[in-house]
């Protein structure tokens, strides 16, 4: 066809309808986790980034921020404009990302007790080494978030300053505990089976689970957001950055994986008290530093029941508990984020930080 | 014909690795050649409703498929395949009842959905939560995990006649590489805390103390390696 004789407008819906078909072939692209950083640690297929900030350091105490075993860290830094990180480097803190990087078959036999005794536990130590600080926030993200409440529980003293969890997950089995909650339940998955059977649980069956939570927003929906931002002629980059973040999952380790439902969803160990790491009891009680606990009120990853306990069992005198109004990724990126979570978490850290 | 599907640059410069998808989105890639039809004035007339109705039926069997196809481990979205069947029957007849083609299909499917989102959702939720459901999820999930079982332990054991590695061996040298990474990080650690940790200089009286517990050490492992050889 030659374009030269198409009518202008029907040349611009080609145009659009091409460009919408190759992002549902391909999938996104986009450029993310911008900020530059370099590597300070690593350990086995995991990575330290500690962001190089482009203002001077205006607080003493770093943030070291733990991220969930499954999808990719760089939702914190989803790209210029839209990065918690970048917002907390321009306030003047001083950041580092645990980045657990992709398993391999070899890393099947990774446990909690692993991730949290043998990963986060020195990653600490090299925060503080590498930032000269005395003490350090301790910031989990979704079951990052329950990892760093386990290993606050265990190692509650200073160099711990304050511990800050987001969308984390920690009472497994409130009144309401929505579908991931159902579908988790011993009758309905057998996780010795699948990991007997898989090793590494791989991404795509988390990514679907995930994603079967809400069909028809997450295979209709987002779809259909992206035509109308294609034929409204709407900037594109959020989407495709999130879109390829949604898409762009890391196997499950299988004894973590195992863990995670037997031990938190199955069991709800940490709240019964009943979780052990190396035969040391995890006492959420034991947290006494100062406690930012922050929920969705829309989250159905998360459910806000599942969240909410920490406050109560944490021992801390300062603490609390906050609540947005988005869902459990929503809360990070976009315009919510900028004036919600964004400076809730630097205002907080900022009165706390030095 | 040559259209802008098949030309143009990819969306962006491309950051991460490309993933395919499995594709049950034909509809659109025959939107396009419908388009490039029209404007070459060659299937304006031919492009009755039937046949929109026809490529909304077989985008959602497709959806249905690449959402539901293949395995078990994947089984909630099979589940949903009689609810995609219904909003594929909706869309049929929303399209037939309008009985033209002057709204274009991209702008109808949004109309749609904006129109409809929220009562599907309810229903798709709905029906995730139902016990038959939830059960027969189950069942499949146990079925692909039992041959997926078999499969690996089959694939291993001809690997193994062949006498080529296979995935397991490999993984355990790779576990072994760890293991010595490993060891390496707890010195680089040791050196750290030395550095960094404000490690006191050792005095000769913690080094004596020290000489004093390997020499007790010592004559623990002789008499136990003497009553060995006695024995």
């Not at chain 1, 391999?104 to 130590?125: C, H, N, Q, R, W």
Request: proline fraction near 5%; glycine fraction near 10%.
């Amino acid at each position: 066809m030659d374009k030269s004789t198409v009518p202008p407008e029907v040349a611009d819906k080609l145009d659009k309808y091409a460009r919408g078909t190759r992002i549902m072939l391909d999938g996104a692209r986009a450029e993310t986790g911008q900020t530059p950083k370099v590597t300070v640690w690593t350990k086995n297929k995991a990575k330290l980034y500690r962001y190089e900030p482009e203002k001077p350091k205006k607080h003493s105490i770093p943030i070291f921020m733990v991220y969930a075993l499954i999808n990719k860290p760089y939702i914190l830094d989803l790209m210029p404009g839209n990065s918690l990180i970048e917002h907390l480097l321009g306030e003047g803190f001083d950041v580092y990302l645990l980045d657990w990087g992709v398993p391999g078959d070899e890393d099947a036999d990774l446990s909690f007790e692993d991730f949290v005794l043998d990963y986060i536990k020195p990653a600490t130590k090299r925060v503080l080494w590498t930032s000269g600080a005395e003490s350090y926030t301790l910031f989990g993200y979704c079951m990052g978030g329950t990892m760093s409440a386990i290993y606050a529980s265990l190692f509650p003293e200073k160099p711990l300053e304050n511990l800050v969890l987001l969308t984390t997950p920690v009472d497994f089995q409130p009144e309401e505990i929505g579908l991931l909650g159902l579908w988790t339940r011993e009758e309905y998955l057998d996780p010795d089976l699948l990991v007997e059977s898989l090793g590494n649980i791989p991404d795509d069956f988390i990514d679907n689970s995930m994603q079967m939570l809400k069909p028809i927003q997450n295979y209709v929906g987002t779809y259909a957001s992206m035509w109308e931002r294609i034929l409204e002629e709407k900037p594109m980059e959020t989407w495709l950055a999130m879109n390829k973040w949604v898409n762009d999952g890391t196997p499950f380790p299988g004894a973590a994986f195992r863990q995670w439902i037997r031990d938190f969803y199955q069991g709800n160990k940490l709240v019964k008290g009943e979780l052990k790491m190396r035969g040391r009891k995890v006492d959420l009680s034991n947290i006494m530093c100062p406690v930012l606990n922050i929920a969705g009120e829309k989250d159905h990853i998360c459910p806000m029941p599942q969240a909410k306990s920490t406050i109560d069992l944490v021992g801390s005198e300062d603490k609390e508990f906050f609540v947005l109004d988005a869902g459990h990724v929503g809360l990070m990126t976009g315009r919510g984020a900028k004036e919600g979570l964004w400076p809730k978490v630097s205002s907080w850290l900022g009165e706390r930080s030095g | 014909m040559t259209n802008g599907f098949e030309t143009g640059s990819a969306e962006g410069s491309a950051a991460g690795e490309e993933k395919k998808y499995a594709d049950p989105y034909g509809l659109y890639r025959r939107w396009f050649e419908a388009w490039g039809e029209t404007v070459q004035g060659e299937a304006r007339a031919s492009m009755g409703a039937g046949e929109i109705e026809e490529l909304w039926r077989r985008w959602f069997a497709g959806t249905a498929k690449g959402l539901g196809g293949g395995s078990g481990k994947d089984g909630y979205a099979g589940s949903l395949g009689s609810l995609w069947e219904q909003m594929a029957e909706s869309m049929r007849k929303e399209t037939a009842s309008r009985g033209d083609l002057s709204e274009d299909p991209v702008e109808f499917f949004l109309r749609w959905y904006g129109e409809t989102s929220e009562r599907w959702a309810g229903v798709a939720d709905d029906l995730l939560k139902k016990r038959e459901v939830l059960e027969s999820n189950a069942h499949l999930q146990e079925n692909f995990a039992r041959s997926y079982r078999e499969l690996r332990h089959a694939s291993e054991q001809n690997l193994k006649n062949m006498q080529i590695p296979s995935r397991s061996d490999l993984a355990g040298v790779a576990k072994l590489v760890v293991g010595v990474e490993n060891k390496l990080d707890r010195i680089e650690e040791a050196f750290g805390e030395f550095v960094y940790g404000g490690s006191e200089p050792a005095t000769a009286e913690s080094v004596r103390s020290l000489q004093e517990r390997m020499d007790g050490l010592e004559g623990k492992m002789d008499r136990i390696l003497a009553a060995l050889e006695k024995g």
